[in-house]
């Protein structure tokens, strides 16, 4: 065998060898972002909540403290 067959039979199992692996882990990788990308977006929707709790919680203390109906209607 010639040193380019051998380069060629050696990187066929090379390719043989890792490439389940390299499967495995691209696979792995992606369900793994696109768990954070559902908790960053569970996230986010906490916080929207969170500022419409707030901004009522304000509408209501400008309605009763500070003698007027909120700017913002």
């Not at 050696?10 to 390299?22: E, K, V």
């Amino acid at each position: 065998m010639n040193a380019t067959a051998r380069q060629n039979a050696s990187s066929s199992a090379l390719d043989i060898t890792l490439q389940p692996m390299l499967d495995f882990f691209t696979t792995w990788s992606q369900n793994v972002f696109a768990l954070q990308r559902a908790q960053f977006d569970a996230l986010g929707s906490w916080q929207a909540s969170l500022a419409a709790m707030n901004q009522e919680l304000w509408d209501e203390w400008v309605s009763r403290w500070a003698g007027g109906v909120p700017l913002d209607g």
